[in-house]
């Protein structure tokens, strides 16, 4: 979490301030006879116009700002003649590519690329809502040459509930290597999903992807906005049922693009939304407690040698606990998809 600084004490005469989200030295501001009396958060918007007044509140309520030497409140009325101080924060997109001790397993590594096993949970690249305590940050803890390399060598992602395989770039040569790899669609990625609802035999999903027009978060394939190409290969394994008789098929994905959610966007798309994924409609049934999806093979070519190099890693522990728990029917053998 970002750090932040605790309350002062009302008579104290400076916030018990941290430096890691703060100038160390203050802004001493005296409120001109040119602004009229008003609250404290509205008189820093007018003297200190390049930041919103929702972050100066923030600044405020942190303690961050004092009025005569005193703690101050959002809506202290403040005037000429009042002296303001104010310890200025970075913004947190600015503190965004700092190194944090994040656990990650690596499963392989050579002096180009690093493969990593993704926990679930772990956001991969910083942004709104999770500007630190990311893979990025911890990518930068424990391989610093990475902050000499874009986004610090990620060329693709998996989402925060998704865990598996992925492979970072340990310099531009490689990273630009591995990004036309994937524009090219030679990267193999396979992954393991439990949909809910009983699967065909296999097939292919090619429908654009965009965002969905009536909520945000969401990305779609029913008319969405600035839908990209998107081809999913699936194929049912096994069907069982799970909880209250809830029928569960077990699927191999493979992708040919990466779009933003785009397993799960397919799969629903065929009216078998990936267990416990909540956002695209998938039933939640304990032991499940988020999308039912593991990366779990990944193959490209090594930058340097030309060779194709493949991994593999067991599925996630509280995605095998769900396996387990299902009550599995045996399926005729289905047809492989091409290999990666």
């Keep these: 979490m970002p750090h932040s600084l605790s309350q002062p004490d009302r008579d104290s005469p400076v916030p018990d301030a941290q430096t890691e ?18 609250r404290l958060d509205k008189v820093l918007a007018q003297l200190i116009p390049q930041h919103s007044r929702s972050r100066l509140q923030g600044w405020i309520e942190r303690g961050g700002v004092l009025v005569n030497g005193k703690a101050a409140t959002v809506r202290q009325l403040v005037g000429p003649g009042d002296e303001l101080t104010v310890w200025e924060e970075a913004a947190p997109e600015a503190r965004a590519f700092s190194p944090e001790p994040i656990e990650f397993p690596v499963i392989a590594e050579s002096p180009d690329w690093i493969v990593v096993d993704k926990p679930v949970g772990l956001v991969v690249h910083p942004g709104a809502g999770n500007w630190q305590g990311t893979l990025l940050n911890g990518l930068l803890h424990r391989y610093p040459e990475l902050a000499r390399v874009p986004r610090a060598g990620i060329v693709h992602r998996l989402d925060k509930d998704t865990s598996g395989l992925m492979v970072v770039a340990r310099n531009e040569t490689a990273q630009t290597a591995l990004v036309r790899q994937l524009q090219a669609r030679t990267v193999g990625r396979r992954y393991v999903a439990l949909a809910v609802g009983a699967a065909p035999a296999g097939g292919t999903v090619d429908k654009p992807i965009g965002r969905d027009v009536r909520v945000p978060v969401r990305m779609s394939v029913d008319r969405p906005i600035a839908p990209k190409p998107a081809i999913t290969h699936y194929q049912a394994m096994r069907q069982g049922l799970l909880g209250d008789k809830t029928v569960v098929s077990q699927v191999i994905c ?15 798309s065929l009216g078998l939304p990936l267990l416990a994924d909540a956002l695209y409609g998938g039933k939640v049934v304990p032991p499940a407690a988020r999308q039912m999806l593991h990366a779990r093979e990944l193959q490209f070519e090594d930058p340097v040698s030309g060779k194709p190099v493949q991994f593999s890693s067991p599925i996630a522990s509280d995605m095998q606990a769900v396996i387990d728990a299902i009550d599995w029917n045996p399926v005729p053998t289905r047809p492989e998809l091409p290999r990666l």
Excluded: N
């Design 21 to 38: 989200v703060q100038e160390a030295e203050p802004r001493q501001l005296d409120v001109p006879a040119s602004i009229r009396a008003d």
């Design 254 to 268: 493979k992708l040919e693009t990466g779009r933003t959610h785009q397993i799960r966007v397919h799969m629903a």
